[in-house]
């Protein structure tokens, strides 16, 4: 089907003066209602096409995906007849919204000759669903917009945009529609997880957990956010986003994570940045006084301080390696003795820290030795990560439930850590198969006499 579409278009200039801002103010105001005019008219055409196909008896291999309906009186019973004629237009207008404008048009019916019902064919061609008043494209855009500010500012700025006027209640509500699923892992080595709390409805307080990956350079891929599930209920659903397992899982030491998560990686890492800060909080708890604590602080920080060489590990001698390695076991054992002077002293909560951390704390430096594989020692990324989600979360909205922070948690981490992800989703959403194409054929100008 081929469509001809003609437009004329007028530039008036009084006085034979016009400045460069006045010529693309006007051709922005007036290309508007072009795109309406063109949409509405590609869509009558489309629409006459499919009626004159559906009522014609000679070409019944031609009605092939048109006119799909369930018998008349049923819901669910679908009518095998494929023989029509026109029944008139519907009484009411569909409203349509697009990216930047707005149609109005009465779907042409058509009439079941076998059953008797009376339908309109173009909004099943269309892919629109009942009661359904803008594209997906529009619903992108809007997304978009909430995911990088919020619901409010988010709907003004489409205003500001020049787009088409969407109020907070009408994005928010559309936005209840997107749910991204979680997405499957890129084969990257590293594992890393974490949560926090946010404000969830009515007045509670709510668990939002995030899920990513990591490659050797830093890039990250985010698997899922979730809110409200536990650790277990997360694990097993990672697990079936890859058949192998991660090389390494860093985390804060959470005893979910460990327990939970661990078995998705061959290795298990601890923060280092976390051990000597939640070693002072579990020295605070035993009473230790602040003087000692920061005393202490200090101590194990300088334990953990073993560095990887800066020379590619080819380069590095097999002697290097072993120091290297040396260092490492008079740091563990550095540490179990000050896991026992805590015994002696009464600093339960503080030795039961250091020995659950102890072994944990190098594993970035092992894998370094046994494969040349530099990974993570600390899980600040994935921290400033979520630490920035919940921020968003509070920017866009207060009050969650689990499955709408988990819903909007997921929208923010896919578009603004995933964009090829967000785009796959959107092209699978709104269907695009390059089944429609329009281009400008031809434009010429000329001087009214």
């Given at each position: 089907m081929q469509v001809h579409i003609e437009l004329h278009l007028e530039a008036n200039i009084p006085k034979d003066r016009a400045n460069a801002n006045e010529i693309f103010l006007e051709v922005t105001r007036v290309s508007k209602e072009a795109k309406e005019k063109i949409a509405l008219a590609v869509i009558e055409a489309y629409e006459e096409n499919i009626i004159e196909v559906l009522c014609d008896s000679n070409v019944p291999e031609s009605k092939e995906g048109l006119g799909r309906h369930t018998r008349?009186?049923?819901?669910?019973?679908?009518?095998?007849?494929?023989?029509?004629?026109?029944?008139?237009?519907?009484?009411?207008?569909r409203r349509l919204r697009g990216n930047g404008f707005r149609i109005k048009f009465k779907p042409a019916m058509v009439k079941c000759l076998g059953c008797g019902k009376r339908f309109s064919p173009v909004l099943d061609a269309l892919e629109l669903k009942p009661y359904q008043g803008r594209t997906d494209e529009l619903l992108q855009q809007v997304t978009e917009a909430i995911a990088d500010t919020s619901y409010r500012r988010g709907s003004d700025q489409l205003e500001i945009l020049g787009d088409v006027p969407v109020p907070k209640s009408t994005a928010h509500r559309w936005v209840a529609t997107v749910h991204l699923p979680t997405n499957k892992s890129r084969g990257d080595p590293f594992l890393s997880t974490d949560g926090t709390g946010f404000h969830k409805q009515p007045g509670q307080r709510g668990n939002i957990r995030l899920v990513m990956e990591m490659g050797e350079k830093g890039g990250i891929h985010p698997l899922g956010v979730w809110a409200g599930t536990d650790w277990e209920s997360i694990a097993e659903e990672v697990k079936n986003t890859r058949k192998d397992k991660w090389k390494l899982l860093n985390s804060d030491g959470e005893r979910g994570i460990d327990k939970r998560m661990g078995p998705l990686a061959e290795n298990l890492g601890r923060c280092q940045w976390h051990f000597a800060r939640d070693s002072s909080f579990s020295l605070w708890k035993d009473g230790v006084p602040l003087d000692e604590r920061e005393i202490i602080k200090d101590q194990l920080n300088k334990l953990i301080s073993i560095e990887i060489p800066k020379k590619d590990i080819e380069l590095v001698k097999s002697s290097d390696k072993e120091k290297l390695l040396q260092k490492i076991r008079t740091a563990e054992n550095d540490i179990l003795r000050l896991q026992e002077e805590?015994?002696?002293?009464?600093?339960?909560?503080?030795?039961?820290?250091?020995?659950?951390?102890?072994?944990?704390?190098?594993?970035?430096?092992?894998?370094?030795?046994?494969?040349?594989?530099?990974?993570?020692?600390?899980?600040?990324?994935?921290?400033?990560?979520?630490?920035?989600?919940?921020?968003?979360?509070?920017?866009?909205?207060?009050?969650?439930?689990d499955a709408g922070a988990e819903r909007m948690g997921r929208i923010v981490m896919i578009r603004r850590?995933?964009?090829?992800?967000?785009?796959?989703?959107?092209?699978?959403?709104?269907?695009?198969?390059?089944?429609?194409?329009?281009?400008?054929?031809?434009?010429?100008?000329r001087r009214a006499a």
């Open positions: 008349k009186g049923e819901s669910k019973e679908w009518c095998q007849c494929r023989t029509f004629e026109r029944a008139g237009y519907r009484s009411d207008k805590f015994k002696e002293k009464g600093y339960i909560k503080a030795a039961v820290y250091l020995a659950n951390a102890r072994k944990k704390l190098f594993t970035h430096l092992k894998m370094w030795v046994d494969t040349g594989i530099i990974a993570p020692k600390t899980a600040s990324l994935i921290e400033n990560i979520i630490r920035e989600l919940v921020r968003r979360l509070k920017k866009v909205g207060w009050n969650w439930s850590y995933d964009r090829d992800g967000w785009n796959a989703y959107w092209r699978k959403r709104m269907n695009l198969q390059n089944r429609c194409q329009i281009k400008l054929v031809y434009c010429t100008w």
